[in-house]
């Protein structure tokens, strides 16, 4: 039987895109956080031995490349990777019984959640869809607006009696060692998501399903590091043995240049992981039905270029439908056994309906949700204060500084609301678009994703 007009549309213009996508990165995004605290950690500080000590943050630049950059680049990759595809119900289903065509699909469906139907042995749906991120919030903290502060190394010698091992630290003395250093990456981070989907039906209750997503992400920022001088700043009017700033970017110790910047504009595209479906609707004639799915996404993407994890995700869900008239309501229950580093395993759900508007119209809203099962997982980045103690001649007074302003979560619980519509033009083409907006501030989000996409049923 030959390939339906619209059908060979949506291949052509998945072939386009996936010509598009292969062109290689001109860098790879996992560097970009690294380049950004090297620069000011490093690079930019003085470090002329006699007058600034700029060499005493190469720890904290240590640390930030340690600890502090692969969190930023988990968190992004994994949003990214784990964003959800589009259901795999074809929309309209069409069953030949007695030589006459009849419509097995009252309803044309959910747009991320699933019901527990098959699109019926013998028959295939592909489709297309396109959805834009903007990750605007972090635990509700705009990403423009993150700082993380770095602490001084403590150069201090661990003092030698025993009475004074009990005492938190010596950082602080000397006095230099007040000093601190805050960045803002100050980040613009989108991304665009264009999913192609094959969806088969292997028997009457066993469907298949590929999804190839091809992702566009871009980075930007003017980043930006304040150094917060005690030396200059506090200690020059009232200790004149102090001979101005220890530390800056430039300039001299009584006129010192306490403020540095840079630009970063990187983006890539290419094939991001994979997904492959299994959906196996369980036999019964009763008015509910279930069914169960497997989902395994492939490590295909580029993981140093934030379009997969690197690592294997499996995700198993159990479905549950039932029809009222032309109201359909549905529950989805599933777990997902996330691969990639600081990526917690989820327990997922998505609880809805879609409403035939008409024949040709379906209104389909769903809540979709997350829970986090691995406390140790959770993305945390820089939490807490350090504390340095500031020495007088009465005495010593401990100072208290946060390392991020970035609210403290064990876990990033999400919860988001999906409202959208299908429309069927024709009895085998299915347009879809929808609004995701999130409910809680937990986890790394965008305002609002827009998603639109069409399938054709052949």
Known sequence: MPMPATARTVLLCFVLLLSISIRPATAQLDQTFNDVFNYFLRDRLDRDDQVFHGQHYFPAADNAEQLLTPALNGLIASNISSF?????????????????????????????????ESIGQGKINIGLSYSYMNLDRFRGLPIDQMRFTFAHQDVTPTPPFEEEQTLPG????????????????????????????????VLRNLDISLAIPIVNISMSGRATAVINSFTYGRLIPTRPEIQ???????????????TADTTY???????????????????GANALKVALLGDIRLPTGDEHNFLGTGKQNIRFLFISSRRFNDFNPHINLGYDKRGGALDSDEVEYAIGFDHKVSNTLTFAADLLGSFDLQEDEAIVLFPGSIGIREQFEAGSLTR?????????????????????FRFAPSDKVVLMVNILTPLNKNGLRSDVIPTAGLSVSI
Do not use: C, W
């Open 265 to 283: 504009n990187v983006s890539t595209n290419g094939v991001g992981d994979l997904a492959i479906r299994l959906k196996y609707v369980l036999p």
């Open 170 to 201: 010596s950082l602080g003395a000397p006095a230099y060692e007040l000093d601190n250093i805050d960045v803002f990456p100050n980040m613009d981070i989108s991304s665009s998501i264009f999913a192609f989907t094959l969806s088969a039906g």
């Open 400 to 420: 208290f500084f946060d390392l991020s302003n970035i609210p403290e979560s064990r876990r990033d619980n999400t919860t988001d609301l999906a409202v959208g």
């Open 84 to 116: 959800p595809l589009s259901s795999t119900i074809a929309g309209m289903s069409i069953d030949f019984m007695n030589g006459a065509a009849v419509v097995t699909n009252e309803s044309l469906g959910p747009i991320f959640a699933e019901t527990a």
């Open 244 to 258: 101005g700033a220890a530390h800056a970017f430039g300039g001299n110790q009584l006129n010192p240049i306490l």
